[in-house]
């Protein structure tokens, strides 16, 4: 593999990384400010767990992607410039990345079932109180929920959810489809963290690839300066 040769793949590499920055933070700030999780971050407690792992989602998935962009365009002005301090900084940023992604991963894998009974316990404690005491305030935020997820209520073994579903779900409204809200989000859930895993899981290989790239950039740019002053002769008169 030549310096020219290098330089092509590293400059296709970069641009591929920089997409999948691009992708990390458009993916955190729906994560954030998306409707589905705004809501449920509305109505939650203080002291739940859901904001907490909400927060975090939102602020390592910024820091992902703008070191990702940060490496990509360190990585694409070294190429062009030929210079080592540039390509080692972007090897420094790739490797940066590496480390913060793969403990998201495997969080991802290890705390897979956390952020689902986290989310169903906010609606599960919201759905209580409002099935035990009717609270004008609760019945509107389960109201944003049911509207949030189409859906409406949810399947009791105690058999006493059907008053409350008479009152919120009426037929006129575009959420009371008879489908239960665990399923729902369940559902939902499953699908977000399955696009989260396959993101993650090519990053990580594309961020692998640009550490490779930089680091044999770096040498070609050394080995080849070096090359560049052999052969070189003057002669001088004694």
Partial sequence: MGLRSTKCQLMAASLCVMLLGLSIATLSTVTRYGLHFSVISSVALESSSYRDIHHAAFYVGVFLSMTLILAALLSAVATVRESRCLTATAFFCFALAFCGMIPALCWRYMHSTEVEDSMLDVYDLVYEEVRRNGSSSKRHEL????EAFL????????GDTAAIEH?????????????DCLQEMHGFLKKHMGFVSTLLSITIG?????????SFHWFS???SNNLDRKGKYTLQGR
């Fill in 151 to 158: 859906c409406c209520g949810k399947h009791s073994p105690l």
């Fill in 206 to 214: 594309f961020t692998v690839y640009g550490m490779v790239l930089t």
């Fill in 221 to 223: 740019i050394h080995f």
């Fill in 167 to 179: 009152k919120m779900c009426h037929p006129g409204t575009a959420w009371a489809a008879g489908r």
């Fill in 143 to 146: 109201t944003l929920i049911h």
